[in-house]
Nanobody, 122 residues
Framework: QVQLVESGGDLVQAGGSLRLSCVAS????????MGWYRQALGKPRELVAT???????NYADSVKGRFTISRDNSKNTVDLQMTSLKPDDTAVYYC????????????????WGQGTQVTVSS
């Protein structure tokens, strides 16, 4: 079992920056792809960015050039640096990870954090 805990959500003015962090914990496990999703009020959850264990990244078109995802495999963390924030970025941001117990490396599961609120004022 993997637990994900996010931090860093806040209220920020348009044009500002914010950094979200997520740490994974639990019994001995392996982490695959990690990433961030977001869900605005009344809208479905959408992908923001992902990063695999080798550092390959993928971004939603709406955040390319503004957001940067990074991870530290030694600390089991994934961060999202957000710049040039817009009111449309307002949402609950969820950390995501695919993980497997070290004892059963072929059995992958998806894990989600509880979410952190990001509000961008105009």
């Amino acid at each position: 079992q993997v637990q994900l805990v996010e931090s860093g959500g806040d209220l920020v003015q348009a044009g500002g920056s914010l950094r979200l962090s997520c740490v994974a914990s639990g019994s001995t496990f392996i982490l695959g792809v990690m990433g961030w999703y977001r869900q605005a009020l009344g809208k479905p959850r959408e992908l923001v960015a992902t990063i695999n264990s080798l550092g390959a990244t993928n971004y939603a078109d709406s955040v390319k050039g503004r957001f940067t995802i990074s991870r530290d495999n030694s600390k089991n963390t994934v961060d999202l640096q957000m710049t040039s924030l817009k009111p449309d970025d307002t949402a609950v941001y969820y950390c995501y990870a695919r993980g497997a117990a070290a004892a059963t490396p072929n059995r992958w599961n998806q894990y989600w954090g509880q979410g952190t609120q990001v509000t961008v004022s105009s």
